[in-house]
C-alpha cells in the first residue's frame, strides 16, 4: 500500500522567509502527485499538480519539484506571507489498480508570522 | 458556477444510531469521491464514483458504511450503527474525469461526531 509521509509536520517561520517542505513515498509507481492546501472550516484547495512525466511545476511564488525514482517531491515557497499559513498536504495518484485513488501525507502545518 | 457542497456541515449523533451525508458536485464533473479525515489523521481514500461504472468501493473500512450516486449528480454516504471511531471529517471531490491528469476539487466537509 502506497504510504506517503511529509517532513516537518509544523513549521513556524517569520514573514518574508524562504520555505521547503518535503514529502516522499513508497512506490514511485504514481500517476501524478499532487500538492494541495487546507484550510480550517474549508475544503481543500489544489496548488499544483506535476504529472508523472514531469519534473516540476511553478505557480507564482509556488515551485513543486518531483523525482519519481527517489520518491520524493518538495514545495518550495518564496518570500512567504501571513496569508500563506495553512496545512500543506502532499498527495500521489495511484495508477493501474489503484487509479483514481489519491493516497495522502499528514501534512505540514506552517504559521507564517509578520 | 458553484463549487462542490457538502451537508450537513456539521453533524453530532448518538453512538448506534444512522447517518447519511449528501454531496453535490460540480455540474458536468463525472468523476466523484468520498475521503475521510480523523483527527491527526492523513485523509484516506473511501470511495470513487465514475460515470456508469461500476463505483471503487474498496477503501470502505467496514459493511456499515455504503454509498450511492444518482447518475453523475448528488451522492450520499450512509453509516449504519455508527461508532465512535467513525467521528471523522468527510469529505467529498470531483472531477471532470477519473483520469489523474486533472485536479480534484474539493467540498468544504461533513464534521461528524459521535457520542
Known amino acids: 500500500k502506497q504510504e506517503v509521509t511529509q517532513i516537518p509536520a509544523a513549521l513556524s517561520v517569520p514573514e518574508g522567509e524562504n520555505l521547503v517542505l518535503n514529502c516522499s513515498f513508497t512506490d514511485s509507481a504514481i500517476y501524478n502527485l499532487q500538492w494541495f492546501r487546507q484550510d480550517p472550516g474549508k475544503g481543500l484547495t489544489s496548488l499544483l499538480l506535476i504529472q508523472s512525466s514531469q519534473r516540476e511545476q511553478t505557480s507564482g511564488r509556488l515551485n513543486a519539484s518531483l523525482d519519481k525514482s527517489s520518491g520524493r517531491s518538495t514545495l518550495y515557497i518564496a518570500a512567504s506571507q501571513p496569508g500563506d499559513s495553512a496545512t500543506y498536504l502532499c498527495a500521489v495518484w495511484g495508477r493501474g489498480s489503484t487509479l483514481g485513488r489519491l493516497y495522502f501525507g499528514r501534512g505540514t502545518q506552517l504559521t507564517v508570522w509578520p | 458556477g458553484a463549487g462542490v457542497s457538502q451537508s450537513p456541515s456539521n453533524k453530532v449523533t448518538e453512538k448506534g444510531k444512522d447517518v447519511e451525508l449528501r454531496c453535490d458536485p460540480i455540474?458536468?464533473?463525472?468523476?466523484l469521491y468520498w475521503y475521510r479525515q480523523r483527527l491527526g489523521q492523513g485523509l484516506e481514500f473511501l470511495i470513487y464514483f465514475q460515470g456508469n461504472s461500476a463505483p471503487d468501493k474498496s477503501g470502505l473500512p467496514s459493511d456499515r458504511f455504503s454509498a450511492e450516486r444518482t447518475g453523475e449528480s448528488v451522492s450520499t454516504l450512509t453509516i449504519q450503527r455508527t461508532q465512535q471511531e467513525d467521528s471523522a471529517v468527510y469529505l467529498c471531490?470531483?472531477?471532470?474525469?477519473?483520469?489523474?491528469?486533472?485536479?480534484?476539487?474539493f467540498g468544504p466537509g461533513t464534521r461528524l461526531l459521535v457520542l
Open positions: 455540474s458536468g464533473h463525472t468523476a
Open positions: 471531490a470531483s472531477s471532470l474525469h477519473l483520469a489523474g491528469q486533472e485536479t480534484q476539487y
